[in-house]
């Protein structure tokens, strides 16, 4: 049977806006009050996963989340009509109205962590959406989250979807972004490498001092138990809380892995010779380590280029090739390095880049941007299929998107009260495009 690595990449909601939210997040915090563009950002997003269906690939689309969110608002207490609770939570509270106003489901690696069936014990693929507790804004995110992926992956034959895991900081999920698949072929058995940021339960492990590491051990844990993973096909490994301490938040900022590569830094992680010896142990095939050395590139360099946050994707000839932030081209080390990288014998053989500027504002390049899920040809003709990507569906979004979207946004619009039904109408629009049925709150 053919098997596949499909990529759904989120779709960015009419609410993309810069509001200096990810403590941790250098971008983020360095451009907060920007004014952002929401219809160049879902276009950015749209142009670069039809590049991909146009490259042959398996590609697929989430719908954004209901922003603002206005049943969290009412839940911490603000009442009456709607306009009503957006204006006083914008005079009383305005950072807890910013945090229920972002985009931020667009970047689905952060959505959940996937196993392939190849990889788990009962032959699903299984989904367990992140908690994503360490950030307010996005812990809005897993209930929809979930939502949306049962209507996306909405047959229980093949898929098994999971609640989320309990919201505490012990729990610390930030899903597919701290979780790489290794593999020989993407139907084969790999092994599932969860890299965490702290171990939540031993106060004299090692963790970052200044900045917080979102991924605990024990979530990784978790999700492992619940994909039904066997110990042979996992490696659980720390991330160096150094570089989490230099604006490195998720794992996907510094390394990236598809089949049998794994492109990192060389101070990516903790204890990397013993741990890169378990995975060669673990794996039937043999592993590339692509390291890069500070030398060539700094820790500075690869957190303003996102050179980590790179898709590494296997094209129909074979070759592997890398899909870039424009960014990686516009900083000279980075540049230098991905001319050199080509040529250098490892099974990555191209570089193409793609403008995802507003997203990068935000600190979300193309893989934050996009959540892997490998699949038979069996499991493909399972998915919703009007998720899937292809010339139809690229011009009705992009119609979808010039109908509803605005071309500017600043903080200080979340208040206006028009932004609510543009949300709604534009989302329930999506719904019926997607047939995804009721996802949303305003919906049921
Ligand atoms: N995987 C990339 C995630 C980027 C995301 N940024 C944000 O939420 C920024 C939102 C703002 O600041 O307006 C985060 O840090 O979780």
């Keep these: 049977m053919k098997h596949f690595e499909a990529n759904f990449d989120g779709l960015v909601g009419p609410t993309h806006n810069y509001a200096g939210l990810s403590f941790g997040n250098v971008a983020s915090l360095s451009n907060a009050a920007l004014t952002s563009n929401p219809k160049a950002a879902a276009k950015q997003g749209l142009q670069k996963a039809k590049a991909l269906a146009d490259l042959g690939m398996v590609q697929g689309v989430l719908a954004p989340q209901e922003r603002p969110d206005l049943y969290t608002l009412r839940r911490i207490g603000f009442s009456g009509s709607d306009a009503e609770v957006l204006q006083k939570a914008a005079q009383q509270a305005p950072a807890l109205l910013n945090a229920c106003c972002s985009a931020s489901s667009m970047w689905t690696a952060n959505a959940a962590t996937v196993s392939p069936s190849a990889d788990t014990r009962d032959g699903k693929v299984h989904f367990t959406p992140a908690n994503l507790v360490d950030k307010l804004h996005r812990s809005i995110e897993p209930i929809t989250t ?32 701290n979780h790489t698949r290794l593999c020989s072929e993407y139907g084969h058995a790999g092994v599932e490498l969860f890299v965490y940021g702290q171990e939540a339960t031993n106060p004299s492990a090692v963790k970052p001092i200044k900045y917080p590491a979102r991924q605990t051990l024990e979530a990784s844990q978790a999700v492992a138990r ?71 590139v700094s820790i500075d360099d690869a957190v303003r280029s996102y050179l980590f946050n790179t898709q590494i994707i296997t094209l129909p ?97 979340l208040a206006d009260p028009q932004l609510i039904i543009e949300s709604r109408t534009a ?9 995804l049925g009721s996802v949303y709150q305003f919906q049921r």
């Design 146 to 177: 979930g939502n949306i992926l049962k209507a996306t992956f909405n047959n229980d034959r093949h898929f098994r979807h999971h609640q989320h895991l309990p919201e505490h900081t012990s729990f610390g999920d930030e899903g597919a972004a």
């Design 226 to 296: 619940l994909h039904q993973l066997d110990d042979e096909s996992c490696v659980f490994m720390q991330q160096n809380p150094d570089v989490i301490d230099q604006g490195v938040f998720h794992n996907d900022v510094i390394s990236v892995g598809n089949q049998n590569v794994l492109f990192y830094h060389e101070q990516a992680f903790l204890n990397t010779d013993a741990k890169f010896d378990e995975i060669r142990r673990k794996m039937n095939t043999e592993m590339h380590f692509v390291k890069v050395a500070t030398s060539q």
């Design 317 to 413: 000839s074979g070759e592997m090739a890398i899909i870039a932030p424009t960014n990686c081209q516009e900083n000279p080390a980075v540049f230098a390095y991905l001319n050199e990288l080509v040529t250098l014998g490892t099974p990555i053989k191209q570089v193409r880049y793609y403008d995802v500027k507003q997203s990068m504002q935000n600190g979300g390049g193309p893989a934050c941007l996009r959540l892997r899920v490998a699949m038979n040809e069996q499991e493909v003709a399972a998915v919703n299929q009007n998720t899937l990507m292809n010339d139809a569906l690229f011009t009705r979004l992009n119609a979808w998107v010039d109908k509803h979207y605005r071309d500017q946004l600043t903080v200080s619009d």
């Design 427 to 435: 989302l329930d629009e999506l719904t019926q495009i997607l047939k």
